[in-house]
């Protein structure tokens, strides 16, 4: 629920739009610095979650002032509008892509040991403080989705401790990386570097650097933050050499925001009620259908008997295009307003045209009470994706 002092004026806000406010926002960069500060570790935002860079200068206020990247683009985005080289690990890295990346990176991660046999010397050829390192898999994780699960069996992801065992560590490599998590807590990660530690920790004293990945929720109400911090700051005590990164997605914008939409019909079948609006789960909020999970509608409750309830249905021709039910205390009615929370992390990063529905706008609330409009959608924006 909205608990900033600024409350949305949601008739001020052209539908659909994807909202931030400025307030939440800032209160969880207030957390997650506290964290930086108290473990003494570097914690960088991770663009594959969260990419809205109209906002980075706030981010960049509570010194967040580096990205990491996934592919060329992100760092692309991440170099010129943070200002600063970027972190970057790609599953498997292209000829045409290759050189620009390395050139904008400080550090730079290799998803296998033939990628890095291909690359590293151009690497540093091209940039000759880069620094190299290996994504590494621990081949543990406590995530129960295997659409989110790196360390699943048969795992694309990282170099397994047999595989680096059996070819040995190349020369060059100054750090590790490793990615288990999901929206996970302080006391998976304290079990996965347990794991880590067994199969890879031998290698530790010859490197500069860890990265322990993302999916570190620490801005969720109920995450144990001081013991991530003492998790931390006890592995700093037994590598004191290494510099230690976390790369948060989520955290940095959980439950900063909404997506708003508005009813456009109300249809009835069997005595299912469903409310069209005037957005796409499949387009604008694919996570409830791939993961799944049922979003949070403020003024809203999961089904209750006696109640007005609902399906939501979603503006493509998807027959799939649905979620339900909620119940309100009242008829729904056309026009009206139905506000999704929590749709800033993992939403606009991964939203499509599908159908050619119209995008969300993409907009602030801010702190003095205002909407500012970042992004607005046309028919232009359809068709050049298009040929």
């Not at 996934?70 to 170099?79: H, M, P």
């Not at 290996?134 to 170099?159: D, H, M």
Request: charged share 20%.
């Amino acid at each position: 629920m909205q608990q900033n002092n600024t409350p949305i004026d949601w008739e001020k806000i052209p539908s659909p739009a994807y909202v931030i406010s400025e307030e939440l926002l800032r209160k969880n960069l207030e957390t997650i610095a506290k964290v930086r500060e108290e473990a003494g570790v570097s914690i960088i935002l991770a663009l594959k979650g969260f990419a809205m860079w109209k906002v980075f200068p706030i981010i960049r206020e509570y010194g967040f002032i580096y990205a990491t990247a996934s592919s060329y683009n992100e760092a692309q985005l991440a170099f010129d509008t943070m200002g600063t080289p970027v972190h970057t690990y790609c599953p498997a890295y292209a000829d045409i892509d290759f050189e620009a990346i390395a050139r904008m990176s400080s550090h730079l991660t290799f998803n296998s040991l033939s990628q890095y046999e291909r690359f590293a010397a151009t690497a540093r050829t091209i940039n000759p403080t880069i620094s190299l390192g290996l994504r590494v898999n621990p081949e543990y994780s406590e995530v129960k989705t295997l659409l989110y699960n790196p360390c699943a069996p048969g795992s694309r992801l990282g170099i397994s401790a047999d595989e680096l065992g059996q070819k040995g560590l190349p020369d060059g490599v100054e750090g590790l990386h490793f990615h288990s998590l999901c929206e996970s807590t302080s006391y998976a990660l304290e079990n996965t570097l347990k794991a880590f530690e067994t199969k890879f920790g031998q290698y530790l004293h010859r490197m500069k650097w860890l990265n322990m990945g993302g999916g570190h929720l620490m801005t969720r109400k109920d995450y144990d933050r001081q013991h991530l911090v003492k998790v931390l700051r006890n592995f700093k005590d037994r590598y004191p050499h290494l510099e230690i990164i976390l790369e948060p997605g989520a955290a940095f914008v959980w439950e900063t925001g909404y997506l708003m939409a508005t009813v456009l019909d109300i249809v009835e079948n069997h005595g299912i009620k469903t409310a069209m609006l005037d957005v796409s789960f499949t387009a604008h909020m694919p996570d409830c259908l791939e993961m799944p999970y049922k979003p949070v509608i403020l003024g809203a409750t999961d089904e209750l008997e006696g109640l007005p309830t609902y399906r939501m249905g979603g503006n493509s021709c998807l027959a799939g295009d649905y979620m339900g039910n909620w119940s309100f205390d009242h008829e729904l009615s056309i026009g009206e307003k139905i506000i999704f929370n929590d749709m800033i992390h993992y939403t606009m990063v991964k939203t499509t045209m599908f159908n050619g529905v119209r995008h969300p706008h993409i907009g602030m609330w801010t702190r003095d009470g205002e909407f500012k409009l970042f992004r607005t959608f046309d028919y232009n924006d359809y068709k050049n994706r298009m040929c």
